[in-house]
């Protein structure tokens, strides 16, 4: 394996190819994941676009990745190709997000509201809620 750093066409290429990941996951979920993925980042559906199109070279900001790891719910195989092209493309980004803290999970109850999408939408406000919270938690340390 060569460990030479890549130059700008090659780094342009793994660019294009996670970002192809992306957008070929994105295409297979449900409708309505790119807005739920905007809302999750704090973004406007716009930004997902730009973030899941090959043809725009702009890279996806590594904190981001997590979040859209979890919304878009990537198989192991595909986060494995995704973060190798990432890792390729932008070798020394990860390392900021590698070494911050991870995730846990917590069960909690919350009334079923009766309608699937209603319930959906509320799960999602509670994701949303939590993950601004830590932001704000992080950002007073």
Known sequence: MNDAPLGRDARMVQVETYKTILRNILDRRPSGT???????????RSFVTHISNPAYPVPIPAPHLEIIFEVCHFSPTEKGAFLDAFMRAHPNRLR????????????????DLGNAEKN?????????????????????E
């Open 120 to 140: 959906r939408d509320f799960e999602e406000l509670v994701r949303e809620t939590a993950r601004r919270l830590a932001r704000l938690v992080k950002q007073t």
């Open 96 to 111: 900021h997000v590698q070494t911050g803290p991870s995730l846990r999970t917590i069960k909690i109850e919350v009334p």
């Open 34 to 44: 790119r807005q739920r993925l905007a809302s999750a980042l704090g973004k406007n």
